[in-house]
């Protein structure tokens, strides 16, 4: 408890920040979701409050995630009563629980850190493009969408056309000054004011923002913001219809198959996200703390098993919000839990003040956030990292901006399982030239995928030449492989070719060679 009190200077106000990030994306993809808009801010602060306090990570922020938008929306078209997708909910908690036990977070290790780092990229650019329509006011589409598909037809670079159509000039007047106080808060001279350090850039942005469409309003009737422009929170006039945003599940639906099918596909799909957000947070930790991901999958079961029973959308670990939170100077978890605790104080005391939030400052944040995430210097790091890293880096984004978060992930970790292949299948044949004398030094894992080179090397040793078969170096031999060499044995004194094996005689596997029949 001490470490968090002592750390209550960077946490707090951190946790405006994220609050900030985190009311129009609880919003938004409540919206894009079909649920209730007040389903989003219950996630919200569930996955603050109930996740931040159980989960290991210092730095994660959980709430509703954009990656399951498609199916809670089908979900919900499916089951059509929305007390019986809090069942399923619930279920897909439980079901998380279970594989905390099982220790199934043991997935997310396997994960490349150039997919890691492309992710993270790919969700710095879809920051960018798709709040660069809230900026200019266009707000057709629902904030935090992250497809490249969108629900109305458009798509990631579409949707960026028609700003030029619709552009709010209040909104753009008002997003290009909340990205200059942002950048300016960034200055050296700025940052060497401590007292300026203590109050987050983005909360002057939002009131600076609010101040300007007032004076809109004021000076400029009919040229301030429109309401479809602003943020729009359900606002409860008293304490018992506050009460009333929160929704129960109804159990009577438990028996209902389509139920527990959405429940597994939520569970599993909620899971991997929190492991990959888990694994790409932990990357941007400068203090280089490692979440226990076990840990994390039970923290993530119970965050969504309450958020299931008082009405709230699915939760995982979001990247977004996670990295708004280490860029604001987060240390501990307390961080998170702050930002439920203003969600939800907010949403009951001021929610008609939150509501005169113009949309396009909370687009400038997100767009500062997401050129943090993708800067230029990270894709020159892993251009000079060489062809296996920066191919699948690469491929990863590509594939996450035309597609989603997860299959995006799925095409970056097959294309980085090709260059570890390939890294291995070259490394483990050497194969010397010197004046009609071979050597032939099997290393390390010699697997089935190494016979084609094996076999074509063995083919191009000329007549009336020697080799050298080493294969004291390698801890695994496949059979296939040894089977070509043996084949080679077999025929080399047909074109006079002298052959030495050398064999360890601690591994088993070499002994399966024949002896040569001639030296």
């Known amino acids: 408890m001490k470490k968090y009190l002592q750390n209550v200077g960077s946490d707090f106000p951190a946790s405006i920040v994220v609050f900030l990030v985190a009311l129009p994306l609880c919003l938004g993809i409540a919206l894009g979701s079909g649920a209730p808009l007040f389903s989003g801010i219950i996630a919200g602060m569930v996955g603050g409050i109930i996740i931040g306090a159980l989960s290991g990570s210092h ?29 399923a909910v619930v279920i897909a908690g439980f079901i998380q629980m279970i594989l905390g036990f099982l220790k199934a977070g043991i997935i997310g290790d396997y994960i490349p850190n150039s997919v890691i780092k492309g992710m993270l990229a790919a969700i710095g650019l879809i920051l960018i493009m798709k709040q660069l329509p809230h900026f200019f006011g266009y707000d057709k589409d629902y904030v935090g969408d992250e497809t490249f598909v969108q629900g109305d037809n458009e798509n990631t670079f579409s949707e960026l056309f028609n700003i030029f159509n619709v552009i709010t000039p209040a909104a753009a007047i008002i997003g290009a000054i909340s990205m200059f106080i942002l950048i300016l808060w960034e200055t050296k ?41 602003l943020v ?124 005169l939030i113009p949309l396009s400052a909370l687009a400038a944040i997100l767009i500062f956030t997401g050129y943090k995430l993708a800067k230029v210097g990270l894709f020159k790091d892993f251009y000079k990292r060489g062809v296996d890293q920066f191919v699948p880096f ?27 292949v390939r890294s291995n299948f070259k490394s483990s044949v050497l194969v010397v030239n010197d004046d009609n004398k071979y050597l032939v030094r099997l290393r390390k894992d010699v697997s089935f995928l190494n016979k084609p080179i094996v076999k074509r090397k063995l083919e191009e040793v000329p007549a009336n030449s020697s080799i050298l078969i080493d294969a004291t170096r390698a801890d695994f031999i496949d059979k296939d492989v040894i089977e070509e060499v043996n084949n080679f044995l077999k025929h080399a004194h047909l074109k006079n070719i002298k052959v030495e094996i050398k064999k360890s005689p601690t591994k088993p596997m070499h002994s399966l060679f024949n002896d040569p029949v001639n030296f």
């Open 189 to 229: 001279s700025f940052k060497s004011k401590k007292w300026l350090t203590l109050v987050p850039g983005p909360l002057v942005v939002v009131l600076a923002a609010v101040f300007i469409n007032v004076a809109f309003q004021s000076s400029s009737p009919g040229f301030q913001l429109e309401a479809k422009h």
């Open 232 to 355: 729009s929170l359900p606002i409860a006039e008293t304490p018992a219809m506050f009460v009333s945003f929160f929704t129960f599940p109804d159990f009577s639906h438990i028996s209902n198959s389509q139920v527990w099918i959405s429940g597994l596909t939520i569970a599993i799909v909620a899971s991997l996200e929190t492991l990959l957000g888990i694994e790409a947070v932990d990357k941007l930790d400068p203090f280089k703390r490692v979440t226990p991901t076990n840990r994390e999958l039970k923290a993530q079961g119970v965050g969504n098993m309450v958020s299931g029973l008082i009405g709230g959308l699915p939760l995982t670990s979001v990247i977004v919000r996670s990295s708004a939170n280490v860029m604001a100077g987060a240390k501990t978890k307390m961080s998170a839990i702050f930002h439920g605790l203003l969600l939800l104080l907010s949403v009951f005391f001021i929610p008609k003040i939150l509501n």
């Open 394 to 420: 690469v491929v990863t984004i590509v594939a996450i901006l035309f597609t989603d978060l997860l299959v995006g992930i799925v095409i970056g970790i097959l294309v980085g399982l090709f260059f570890m």
């Open 59 to 87: 730095l994660s922020v959980s709430g509703p995630a954009a990656g399951l938008t498609a199916i809670v929306f089908a979900a919900i078209t499916k089951l059509q009563v929305y007390e019986a997708f809090l069942v």
